[in-house]
Every structure is written in C-alpha cells, then in structure tokens.
Nanobody, 119 residues
Framework: QVQLVESGGGLVQAGGSLRLSCAAS????????MGWYRRTPGKERVLVAE???????RYDDFVKGRFTISRDSAKNTVFLQMNSLEAEDTAVYYC?????????????WGQGTQVTVSS
C-alpha cells in the first residue's frame, strides 16, 4: 500500500504565496509522474501541474507563470509553489503519484488540502 500525505494549505490574501508539499511512502519501487489537481464545489477535479521522473513539468494554462512544481525523487516528495494567488485559486488541492511497486503501476491520491484565497 502507498500513502500520500499533503501539507501546506491554508488561508492567504490575494497576491500572496503558499507552498504545498506531498510525501509518498509505502510499497514504492519507482514513481513516474507526480502532480496536483484541484477541485472547487460543483466542479470536477482538474489538473494544476504535474512533473515526470525526468523533471519535465506541465501546467494548466491558468497557473502558468505563477505556480512552480518540483520534486525530490530521493524523498518521493512533490512540491507546488504558488505565487500571485488569486481568489479563483481557492479549491481543495489533491496530490497524486503514479507508483510502480515492482509488480504493477497504479495511481494514488492524497486526502486533499484546502487553499483559500481572500480577495
């Protein structure tokens, strides 16, 4: 089994910054993709950013230039630095990892962390 533990959410004023972290642990041989999704009430979960095991990032157009994703592969941890936050960034943020346990590959999700941006 694999567990993902997120931290770093909270309340911030518009224009401020937050840094999310997510650490994966458990039966892990390798992790190819790590990333972040977010969901607002009444809407589906959407991709915010993801990063491959080679460090190649991908961003949703709405966060490009404001958010930066990075990872520490040695610690199975992914980070999301969020700058110039806007009220529209308010959501529950979920991290995920695409994990290979030596037998098969599966995606795992964190419990979600609330980010609230006040305008």
């Amino acid at each position: 089994q694999v567990q993902l533990v997120e931290s770093g959410g909270g309340l911030v004023q518009a224009g401020g910054s937050l840094r999310l972290s997510c650490a994966a642990s458990g039966n892990i041989v390798s992790i190819s993709h790590m990333g972040w999704y977010r969901r607002t009430p009444g809407k589906e979960r959407v991709l915010v950013a993801e990063i491959t095991d080679r460090g190649a990032p991908r961003y949703d157009d709405f966060v490009k230039g404001r958010f930066t994703i990075s990872r520490d592969s040695a610690k199975n941890t992914v980070f999301l630095q969020m700058n110039s936050l806007e009220a529209e960034d308010t959501a529950v943020y979920y991290c995920y990892s695409l994990v290979n346990n030596g037998v098969y590959t599966s995606d795992y999700w964190g419990q979600g962390t609330q980010v609230t941006v006040s305008s």
